[in-house]
């Protein structure tokens, strides 16, 4: 719709859309036999969310404010089972859960409540295995005394809250700029590369500030937990590796110049100096907050596994992915 | 007026065209109604060939298969991390985070989520068996009655006699871990032909029908099998031995195993280098009763068939290139050594145990020749691989000096994968021995020592050490080439040209050891005798996961004593040790995988009940 006599530029869309008959890949139990059994469109999903684009064109200057809000939920899976795992399981576990009344793709462990102060700490909490002063305390959420396999829980999820873009224009004389600036708001990210340069699995490298931020009893707030060649529990899955993968960055910006028509060299042509990928403002602590959709499949069928294209099970999981580059270009738009 | 008909004619055709293509797109060709298309169905195998190939497949899942392999160990198929790892007989090894879910189970932290991955492993590939088992089961049935000519008579015992005693080994596996486990025959399926959700039973009576199925597979079996591997008669009445030991009937067991020494085909290898080896011609000899049928360079492009589940244990700094895991103990290594009479130490000295020093070549007390088949350790020829060196393994500090040797080929084997899959130097076509005859032995000495006939047990315990002391680890001189790291020569001048692996324990060309191997004279009680027997059983079966069974089928007391006190020790030795947990009641049963607690539900209540403690 246009509002205030053409200044401002609206579009709202507000949709709920239900998924019906998705792929499923049940799990029987290990008493059925491994061989997969046949796959079922019998999964149901739903969107809810809200799009908007608001603009503004003036005479020399343009501007484009186009934002996204939407929630994710499993409806049902198929009637029988209430969850299943996600498609990929690293070294430590598997961090995804898909389960019903959650957003697909959710991340699924402990929940990490700090470190264990000291010896009473260790005795006052709940029984865990291999708990000492230093490591990380987690929390006995379904309250039995113990902290074990049914402690788990979903601690975070991929998925934004607000996803935002806005674009700008400008043209003055022969000159003209645009840029578009991108940002994601709310959604996590498990940063699952801690399993390297935090826990040191193979003795990789580790972070700069692992050996003056880890816990010591002097230093009891500290970033990591207590480092300690046996501690095997620190490195559970859990809500100490799940970050705030919120973002802002700026995409694009191109400054251009027209040549006159009357110039020497390439008259009306058009000159234009890009660049791509300019600065991200973030909190993330990893490489790059825009993460790839991870590889799902195989080493034989890459991208596909058993029920089909799994990746929208598994976003927002940093296993290394190179980041993005900055890009510098420069082109020249012209006719022949 | 022409135009306008076409263009209802057009109209109406694309319509129609709309129509039909709508009402074909609703088709339901992946609902759960029909039968989905592209599914293998039972009705596709029924032929002999189809049950012969599920007989074969039902083998194969002895040692882990691509679906179970990954991620980890848990399915292999000699059980070295539940048998080895979690007894005292070997570490982890490798580095400190490298497989974390062993950490856990070393630890006998088995409730963590990384412990369950490689209980659940086991459990879903032990009941795979059971599942192909029971399919080849319904599909001879089904063969039979639609071409009765499909079978000879015999061939069809036969395929029924195996299918029925591969069922009762892998509930046996089962019932090692877990002890209260579901017991699944073939006519336990759904409409679908798939398995039905079934509460467990006790362990009692899952060894019922353990000996039940052996009975009935006694009973079909030929006395020779059908081919070399394949279960025949003797290894299902030599299996039941087994079982009944494992239940305590003693008596009973005494009988069954009698009578296989007697009167069955199966005898001691004269050569202990015969027993584990990757050359062909002495695989399945007279030693083997039951073993995994491991194959390399037979086409299967990863050489998946090539102990996959043993590719981890191989010295690291070595030709073989990977990965260091399930290195012996300080504590069975101490093990091995005799005292002047020849006899074990640890029967006689208290203290047999008290070094924690590195049992190089360069040691002088003497020790059982079964040590150097079974560890490498510094000094010492690795089979024809040259000379083992401190230096090969991963992390000294984290796993002690010493590597596994029974599962390692000889180069001269040529049992080694050519090409293929992550690592070929890591995998052989050695035969994964499951159970051998030394094994039926020295149960026969258990049950006959628990029955009073101690003279019977000895002579069995000596007529393995007998064996023992027939040959020994010898020079295995190979010219050098890139996979010898340390030449024989470069240590023993006089290994150079002597290619022998095996030679006589006293054979001069030994320079790295004095071997001592002696006859028991006399057991003067039943308690004597009873711990000679468990040594006897650690010496010669160490390393083949079998030592944490026996621990605990020997009693609370006797395993918590021996796993406690071997912490206690080790973990002066090894550092991360001295996070375990203490072994208490608990531990004597794994814990029913908890996913597997969770997928057997059924309109709200688990069927299958948890063991106590867990």
Redesign the interface.
């Known amino acids: 719709m246009v509002l205030f006599n053409g200044a401002i530029n609206l579009v709202v869309d507000v949709y709920r859309r239900n998924t019906n008959n998705l ?1 499923f890949d049940p ?9 997969n ?6 999964g149901k999903m739903r969107n809810t969310g809200i799009d908007f684009s608001i603009g503004h064109q003036a005479a020399w200057w343009n501007v484009t404010f186009n934002g996204s809000h939407y929630s994710n939920t499993i409806v049902s899976i198929d009637g029988v089972q209430t969850f299943f795992y996600g498609p990929i ?5 598997n961090q995804i859960i898909n389960e019903v009344g959650h957003p697909i793709g959710s991340f699924f462990g402990y929940v990490a409540d700090g470190f264990f102060r000291d010896a009473a700490d260790v005795a006052a909490h709940a029984t865990q ?2 708990a000492a002063p230093g490591r990380i305390k987690f929390r006995d959420v379904n309250g039995d005394g113990k902290i ?3 402690d ?1 829980t979903i601690i975070g999820s991929p998925h934004p809250k607000f996803t935002a873009g806005l674009d700008l224009g400008a043209r003055r004389g022969n000159f003209d700029v645009s840029a578009t600036i991108y940002g994601t708001y709310g959604n996590k990210i498990f940063e699952n590369q801690m399993e390297f340069y935090v ?5 990789t490298n580790v972070r700069k500030d692992l050996l003056a931020n880890s816990w010591t009893p002097q230093n009891l707030n500290a970033k990591y937990p207590r480092l300690d ?2 501690d ?2 620190s ?3 859990s809500s100490f590796y799940v970050k705030d993968g919120s973002y802002t960055r700026l995409r694009n910006l191109q400054v251009g110049y027209t040549l006159p028509s009357t110039a020497t060299y390439l008259p009306g042509a058009r000159v234009y100096l890009q660049g791509d990928n300019l600065f991200t403002k973030t909190n993330y602590d990893g490489l790059d907050p825009a993460l790839p959709a991870a590889n799902t499949g195989t080493a034989n069928a890459p991208v596909l596994s058993a029920a089909g294209d799994t990746r929208d099970q598994y976003r927002g999981v940093d296993r290394g992915s190179y980041p993005s580059n900055r890009i510098f270009s420069v082109g020249i738009v012209t006719s022949f | 007026m022409k135009i306008v008909s076409k263009n209802r004619l057009l109209v109406g055709t694309a319509v129609l065209t709309l129509i039909s293509g709508g009402l074909y797109g609703c088709k ?1 060709f ?3 109604n029909a039968v ?1 298309q592209g ?2 169905v039972e009705s596709t195998l029924q032929t002999a060939g189809g049950v012969e190939g599920t007989l074969v497949g039902a083998y194969r899942a002895l040692d882990c ?1 691509n ?2 392999s ?2 980890g160990w848990g399915c292999a198929a000699s059980n070295w991390v539940f048998g080895s790892v979690v007894a005292d007989d070997s570490y982890k090894g490798s ?6 879910p062993i ?2 189970l070393e ?1 006998y ?1 088995w ?4 412990g ?2 490689y209980i ?1 492993q086991k ?3 032990t ?2 068996g ?3 088992a029971n ?1 080849t089961l319904r599909l001879l049935k089904k063969v039979l009655a639609a071409s009765p000519g499909a079978f000879s008579t015999a061939d069809a015992h036969a395929v029924e006699g195996e299918a029925i005693f591969l069922r009762a080994h892998y509930h046996f596996e089962a019932y090692r871990m877990w002890g209260n486990i ?1 017991y ?1 025959r073939e006519d336990e399926v759904d409409a679908g032909e ?2 039905i ?2 509460a467990n039973e006790t362990s009692a009576e899952a060894v019922t029908d353990i000996l039940k199925d052996l009975d009935a597979a006694i009973a079909l079996l030929p006395t020779t099998p059908r081919a070399k591997g394949r279960a025949s008669q003797w290894t299902a009445k030599a299996y039941k031995g087994r079982v009944q030991v494992y239940a305590g009937q003693y008596a009973a067991a005494v009988t069954t195993l009698q009578d296989v020494k007697t009167n069955g085909p199966y005898a001691l290898e004269k050569s202990y280098d015969r027993v584990w080896t990757g050359f062909k011609q002495f695989a399945d000899g007279p030693e083997t009763i039951w073993a995994y049928q491991a194959s390399s360079n037979d086409g299967e492009p990863n050489g998946n068939n090539a102990n996959f589940g043993e590719r981890l244990n191989f010295p690291y700094y070595t030709h073989f290139g990977c990965c260091g895991f399930n290195q012996p103990s300080f504590n069975l290594v101490n093990f091995y050594k005799v005292d002047a009479a020849g006899l074990p130490l640890a029967l006689s000295d208290p203290n047999w145990n008290a070094s924690s020093a590195n049992f190089t070549a360069a040691a002088t007390a003497p020790v059982d020749p079964r040590l150097d088949w079974t560890v490498g350790r510094e000094g010492v020829p690795y089979k024809d691989w040259g000379l083992y060196n401190s230096n090969m393994v991963r992390d000294a500090g984290n796993g002690g000096p010493y590597s596994p040797k029974k599962n390692a080929h000889e180069q001269a084997s040529g049992s080694e994968q050519i090409a293929g899959g992550w690592s070929p130097t890591q995998q052989n076509s050695v035969h994964m021995h499951l159970y051998r005859f030394a094994d039926l032995l020295l149960l026969l000495a258990e049950a006959q020592v628990e029955g009073g006939d101690l003279s019977g047990a000895m002579a069995n315990v000596n007529l393995v050490r007998a064996r023992a002391d027939s040959t020994a680890q010898g020079c295995g001189y190979r010219p050098t080439d890139a996979s010898i790291v340390i030449a024989v020569g470069s240590a023993y001048p006089g290994c150079v040209g002597d290619a022998r692996i095996a030679v006589p324990t006293n054979d001069p060309s030994i320079k790295w050891a004095t071997y001592k191997v002696s006859q028991y004279t006399s057991f003067p009680s039943q308690a004597y005798a009873r711990e000679a027997v468990r040594t006897e059983r650690r010496l010669e079966l160490a390393m083949e996961g079998q030592r944490f069974f026996d621990l605990r089928r020997w009693g609370l007391a006797y395993a918590a004593a021996a796993i406690n006190g071997y912490i206690a020790v080790e973990k002066t030795r090894v ?2 040790k ?2 375990a ?1 203490a072994f208490v009641a608990k531990h004597l049963l794994f814990p029913i ?2 996913l ?1 607690v969770e ?2 539900r059924t309109g709200g209540t688990d069927n299958l009940k948890q063991n106590t403690g867990w």
């Not at chain 2, 409730?111 to 990384?114: K, L």
């Open positions: 792929l799990s029987l139990p290990a008493t059925a036999g491994i061989a059994p046949p796959i079922v469109n019998i399981s690293t070294r430590f576990g295995d291999g074990d396999v049914n788990r826990f040191r699995e193979f003795e060649v046996s095997l529990v490195g559970n899955i | 339901d992946l609902s759960t989905p599914t293998l298969t679906n179970t990954g991620p580095t400190n985070t490298d497989q974390p950490n856990d630890g932290h409730g963590g989520p990384q369950q991955i659940n459990w879903v590939l009941y795979e059971v599942v192909r399919s579901p699944y798939i398995p959700i079934k550092t991360y001295a996070s947990d995988p908890y597997q997928l057997s």
